[in-house]
């Protein structure tokens, strides 16, 4: 029997879902808050979560992630009192599998949990996640879990994959599992690198070329596309690609054909593609920059890795791995970290992610050499000082005996304004950034993203809190 939880602090709402779940042969169970709710969730099995938004103890799109970080996660249908453009939004790029308004219909809750099921019995059938052969790819976090399932997927079919995220977080990593755990895995994998293609030679690259087609082109020459026939075509840094070559790269997608430079007949290639970007493709296409058409075609799937900062969870374990495959290639023993060395790479900022955490451990262990132990002094000054900054800044706050005690704060004689919480401090300065975000950047989602440095989904979280509409 299917299992559903409901998390929502009306209890007449609870009481009216548990007897149509009831009625459509399945058990209810309901809980009126966050903690009970997630409490619930990590202690049963269940298929599908109705999850309100406004809770006495917090908002429960913040626990969509852990929720589908689960062994077994359920599917999480959101039920709320009110319409919101941006926290459906939110809901969905999640994985939510729906968001329903609490007025509408019980037929539409009724259809909405067949259909979660149905789903759900069609995805523990196919076990995508055991299937899956992933050991290059490391990390446990919830956001790594969501990216791991849609590696799975993509692995499953054929369908074209855009994989975006910052420089440096594993594009091409999970470009590979993906052709290593799909059909084409026997075939090549053909990496083409947009950012590098020299404009006036793109199409003889990408296409080939026959004798004579041009100066220089002494014997016919295969392109990568031919190249990539039952196998893998991975586009790196898509975004690059000039305007003029899309249009004819569309016409390959679509027919599977193409004429090299020169020839006189077609030829053939049946490959599948995978294409990265560590730009806003979208946000392109509505300045001119990438073609609607092409943008459309490669992203029948599409996976946002996330930036280390999002999963420091995951550096201790990315740390050791590079630790162990580095001392073996120097041919060294294993070394051991201590505490302050692993605090001090945690609370690092990584703007160039994974790659430039593996670039300091090797850097480090050239450096180390036959130590033992490795610790903070030997990794480079800027993560010591942010490291040692992040140090003093918890002191400060936990150890001030003014910040601690107000009632001992020394009058200066002049009347001073009550010190407000310190959450409530932090929601102020927040509300008032994002007034001057909106005042700058308008409506343009893309620019507010990247001055302000949030991602797309944190960014509408913070509007939907601060009851901000501009974007």
Known sequence: MEQILIIDDNELVCQTLAQLIGRMGMQASWETTLAKGMESARCGRYDVVFL?????????????QELRSMELPPEIIIITGFSDENGAEIAIQSGAWDYIEKNTSLQNMQLSLSRAIQYRKQKMEKALRVALRRDAIIGKSPPMAACIDQAAQAANCDSPVLISGETGTGKELFARVIHENSRQAAANFVVVDCSALPENLVESILFGHQKGAFTGAVANRDGLILQAHRGTLFLDEIGELPLG????????????????????KECFSDFRLISATNRDLAEMVRQGLFRQDLYYRICALHIQLPPLRERRQDIPALTFHRLERASALMKQPPHGTAPDFLEALAAFGWPGNVRELFNVIDSVLAAASDEPVLFATHLPPAIRTNAIKHKLMTAKVLNNPAMAN???????????????????????????YLERLIGQCGANVGEACRLSGLSRAYLYQLLQKFRKSAL
Not at 53 to 60: C, E, M, V
Request: without cysteine.
């Open 245 to 264: 070559i899309q249009k004819n790269f569309l016409r390959v997608l679509q027919e599977k054909r193409f004429r090299p430079l020169g020839g006189k």
């Open 52 to 64: 309100d938004i406004h809770l006495p103890d917090g908002n429960g799109l913040n626990i969509i």
């Open 406 to 432: 107000p009632s001992k704060i020394q009058p200066t004689g002049e009347p001073q304004e009550p010190l407000p919480p310190f959450k409530t401090y932090l929601d102020e300065a927040k509300a008032r």
